[in-house]
DNA sequence: CGTAGCCTTGAAGGTGATCAATGTTTGTGG
DNA sequence: CCACAAACATTGATCACCTTCAAGGCTACG
């Protein structure tokens, strides 16, 4: 028996998230069973596109973006990943899974890893974890649908749309509500399918007005009505 | 006991569905307890975006779009769901589910109803048929994907994935695939994210040099590498 | 101190949307 | 069975949003 989680010292991590809720230690315990901490710095990846899928990975701490090579060689951004996201889980049900997307690292991050036959043994039959996976990707695919709404939108509304979906959080504090993960102007691009520049224009007319700012690369939303206003806006 | 499925005669379709694949008579007439046979005529509607989620659905003969209302009060079109394709299964997860889309038939279409208490009892717990489930979701999902990466490119990379997509069937014949479902151009539009307008225009184009005929409304693509290539055309 | 990555601004040009008008097919009710 | 409405297809002209290209500034890091 090598590698229990009590040992890596990250149960407490694992217990905190809303997939093991309800579980005990001892059913997170085998669940997890040989699994392995990986770290990962800024821009490294976890997994390649199209490379032979045989882990799947549950964020520890940090972020990772999931992106698809476009056929012009640029990267389109499908997903952001944060603590407690399970990651290409679901593809595990296939024979032969290959993996449908890169993930990359955010910043510094740690990610377990799992193996697949871990997911076929333990997960699989478990009915209780299923249903919180398919929870987890429901939320993700029905984000993924929105954002598919917005295509004839002005970018203007996909991008409103894209920060507010990413403040899925606290709606306790009025206003000021800051992004949790620093984005660049060139990761928004690739998340919206626009340009680096467009971007650029848009987001300066916001701060301009006095709708958002932007420190570093950390973006906080000063009137998330006016933003949410544009997300609708039909021209 | 009301409602067997062997008294609606519909046990011989069933076992010839994907999803069904392995499991015995008896399996499958426990997993479809109490279920009714849904009718629709041309445009009717299964269920409703934003509807409370009661039951989901599969699909015995014809053919549903999934649709979203978008901010114009227009229709996006996520998905072309076939015979034997299971629909708003995975939101049967959630608590209190609503459905996150529209059902939509396409010409006479019938449709398997199926409650979610049912899904909760006999399918949640029966790692296989999940497993089935999953696959045909992380090809949905992946197929979105792909749509999503191509959104820089120009509108003749769109249409050309969007057809090439809906004939994941038989490579046999080289030349003159048929594409299974009659589209309109709205239709396309609405898939795409486009105007008909651009869709006409560039539809047309391909007639004239012959690369597709379309006759009443059924699409028939008659050089297939020359849409391919038009995928990845680079404008 | 130079390179690399990110951010910014300006000018020009194109793809596709919008608007408008008309033809064609389908379906429905008198 | 015809007439009218509704849905779908088509073509042209105009225009705006966004991309592309180009150039430059800023900060971090080896």
Not at 51 to 77: M, V
Not at 138 to 156: D, F, G, H, W
Not at 165 to 185: E, F, H, N, S
Not at 220 to 228: L, Q, R
Request: aromatic share 6%.
């Amino acid at each position: 028996m090598s590698n229990l989680i009590s040992k890596l010292g990250i149960l407490p991590e694992l217990q905190s998230f809303s997939l093991f809720e309800g579980f005990t230690d001892q059913q997170i315990e085998l669940l997890c069973k040989d699994v392995t901490v990986k770290v990962t710095r800024h821009k490294e990846s976890l997994f390649q596109f199209k490379e032979q899928a045989e882990h799947f990975y549950i964020i520890l701490s940090g972020a990772y973006k999931l992106t698809r090579p476009t056929p012009n060689g640029e990267d389109s951004i499908l997903h952001f990943a944060h603590t407690g996201d399970v990651i290409a889980a679901f593809i595990m049900a296939q024979p032969q899974p290959i993996y449908p997307i890169t993930a990359i690292s955010m910043g510094p991050s740690r990610a377990l890893k799992i193996h697949r036959s871990n997911y076929i043994e333990n997960w699989k039959n478990n009915g209780d974890l299923i249903f919180k996976i398919q929870n987890l990707l429901s939320t993700r695919m029905t984000s993924m649908q929105n954002q598919r709404a917005l295509s004839k939108s002005p970018l203007q509304a996909k991008i409103a749309s894209l920060l507010i979906d990413l403040i899925d959080k606290q709606p306790t504090t009025v206003d000021k509500i800051t992004i949790p993960i620093p984005l660049t102007r060139k990761e928004i691009a690739d998340s919206v399918g626009a340009s680096v520049e467009s971007i650029i224009r848009i987001m300066s007319e916001w701060s301009k007005k006095g709708l958002i700012t932007t420190e570093d690369q950390n973006i906080t939303i000063i009137k998330t009505d006016k933003i949410i206003e544009l997300m609708n806006a039909d021209y």
